[in-house]
C-alpha cells in the first residue's frame, strides 16, 4: 500500500494568506481518496483558498490523483482562489503534461516563483525542468 | 514488492530449467546473449493493496531488460499502473484474479498484457473499449473536469505505440500495449 504524507503551512505573499502543502510519498488508488479529503477541507475552511502544493517529496501521483488535483482547482477558482504547483519531480511533470494540467495550473520549479504567482494574473507557466533538489520549509501543521 | 506476493505469484515463463533462472535478475546475461523475448506474468488478487509492488517491479523489468530510458521506465510505471488498477476496479471482482505479463525484446520492444476475469462490476466487451478509446482520444484533456478518465486515453494511449483489446475465452478482457525502442528513448 502507498504511504503519503501531507503536512500543511501557512504562508503569506503580499497580504494574500496561502496554504503551502507538502507532499511526500506516493498517492494512487489505495490513499487518494482519503488524502483528497484533507485538501478539500482547506478548500472550504479558507475564503480564499489560495493553495501551492509542493510537490517536490512526491514521487508518484496516478491519473485518479491528478483528477483531484484538477477537482481542487476548480473549487478554488469557484471561491476567487488558485492553485499552484511547485517543484515536481521530473516524472511528475511528464504526467502532468501529458494530461494537459499544464494548461491548466501554474507549475515552478522553485518555492519563491510560485508563491509569487499568486500575486499575479499570469497564465500558466510550466517549469520546463524537474526542480532541482531543494529542503523544503518545515512545516508547522501535520493533518 | 511484498516479498510474499512475489514468492507466491511471480511466474517466468522463459525456457529455462532451473527455478532460479526464472528470476528477472538472474536474466541479464541471457537477455544480452539471446535473441529471445523474455516472458514474465505476475498473477495478483484483485486488490489495489498490491499495484504499489507492481509499479516497483514495472521500475526493476524496464530499467534492467529492455533498454529503454529511466524516463521511460517511470512512464510505463503509470501505464502499468493505470491498466492494473482499470483491471481490479472493473474487471476482476474481489477474490479474483488479475494476470500481468510483460514481454520484451531487449533494445527493441516492451510489451505487457492485463488480463481480468470478467467477473468485475463493468462489463465490456473488447469492442466497446476500443469505441471508448478512440472517442475519448480526441477530447482536449485539459477540458477532462471529471476525476476519472486520463489513464487509458491520456495516459496509457500517449505512452504506447500499441494499444488493444480481446476479448478473453472464458470471459474478461486482455488490454495489450507495446512500446517500440525508439531513438531518444534508450538509457
Redesign the interface.
Known sequence: ??QVNITFQDADQAGKALKLIAFEG?L???NVDAEAQKIYKVIEEMAEPNLLLDFAGLE?M???S???V??WY?KAVAKNGKIVIARPR??IL??LK????T??INIHDNIDQAKAAFSSEATPATADKPAPAETPAPPTTTV | MDTAVANQTTTAQANTSHPEEHSVFNKTKSVETEQEPIKISIIIPTS??F??GI?DFTMTVVQNMTGFSE?WA??F??VV??LA?NA??FGSASGEDVKITFVSMKGKYIEVFVEDTGTGPVKKTAAEMMDFVKKQKSV???T????????LT??VS??TDTLEFQDNEKGGLTVHVVKNLERGEEV
Do not use: C, F
Open positions: 500500500m502507498a506516493q494512487d488508488e489505495t508518484y496516478n491519473s485518479k491528478i483528477g483531484y484538477t477537482d476548480s521530473a516524472n511528464d504526467i501529458v494530461v494537459g494540467i494548461q491548466i | 489495489a493493496y499495484i504499489s509499479r524516463q517511470y512512464r510505471q503509470s499502473d493505470e488498477n481490479i476496479e482536449d484533456p485539459a477532462i473536469t471529471t476525476l476519472r478518465g486520463r489513464g491520456q495516459i500517449s505512452w
